[in-house]
T-cell receptor, first 115, second 113 residues
Framework: AQTVTQSQPEMSVQEAETVTLSCTYDTSESDYYLFWYKQPPSRQMILVIRQEAYKQQNATENRFSVNFQKAAKSFSLKISDSQLGDAAMYFC????????????FGSGTQLTVLP | NAGVMQNPRHLVRRRGQEARLRCSPMKGHSHVYWYRQLPEEGLKFMVYLQKENIIDESGMPKERFSAEFPKEGPSILRIQQVVRGDSAAYFCASLQGANTEAFFGQGTRLTVV
């Protein structure tokens, strides 16, 4: 079984500043993926970034990067140069590799970007 | 290539009625997952289907809920005799294969009055 915990229900950041969203997880799987999804008010779930657990290098996608600490089972998301369009609910999620890869989601962090 | 299409976007049902939620996966995708999102919560897995087969329904309530993904046509999530507690957003995601990215639809918001 997998569990994902996001301990920050709400965060805020000033436009152009950097913010880090926390996520911890627990899994008995040896091979798994970790994800951050963004859900704006439109409710569309948008994949922000993904990390394969077997890769030591932290994933990066433009202004979004992760700090993956496998031993600590921590997977935080850093957003640099925050923009107003980054305001959304952010969900951390995990899944095992292979078939039947349902995602296990955290409870989410609501990010507000202040102008 | 259209994304994952869910309809309707909003559905209002009275207690005791049936709700049918539809999901058309992306072209070429044969794996469909349904998730439920209660207010202020993350998405919770309900069921995983491939064409004409239910692979994993461990997240589905035992009664009133059913899902199908026929050979032709969209995947259907059916909720019989809806109750207020069924009010939620229901999301569908499709994948091309087992180790590929999941693409989500925009969800159906079900309100039971």
């Amino acid at each position: 079984a997998q569990t994902v915990t996001q301990s920050q229900p709400e965060m805020s950041v000033q436009e152009a500043e950097t913010v880090t969203l926390s996520c911890t997880y627990d899994t008995s799987e040896s091979d798994y993926y970790l994800f951050w999804y963004k859900q704006p008010p439109s409710r569309q779930m948008i994949l922000v970034i993904r990390q394969e657990a077997y890769k030591q290098q932290n994933a990066t996608e433009n202004r979004f990067s992760v700090n993956f600490q496998k031993a600590a089972k921590s997977f935080s998301l850093k957003i640099s140069d925050s923009q107003l369009g980054d305001a959304a609910m952010y969900f951390c999620a995990s899944t095992r590799m292979g078939s039947a890869r349902q995602l296990t989601f955290g409870s989410g962090t609501q990010l507000t970007v202040l102008p | 290539n259209a994304g994952v299409m869910q309809n309707p976007r909003h559905l209002v049902r009275r207690r005791g009625q049936e709700a049918r939620l539809r999901c058309s996966p992306m072209k070429g995708h044969s794996h469909v997952y349904w998730y439920r999102q209660l207010p202020e919560e993350g998405l919770k897995f309900m069921v995983y289907l491939q064409k004409e087969n239910i692979i994993d329904e461990s997240g589905m309530p035992k009664e009133r809920f059913s899902a199908e993904f026929p050979k032709e046509g969209p995947s259907i999530l059916r909720i019989q005799q809806v109750v207020r507690g069924d009010s939620a957003a229901y999301f569908c995601a499709s994948l091309q294969g087992a180790n590929t990215e999941a693409f989500f639809g925009q969800g159906t918001r079900l309100t039971v009055v």
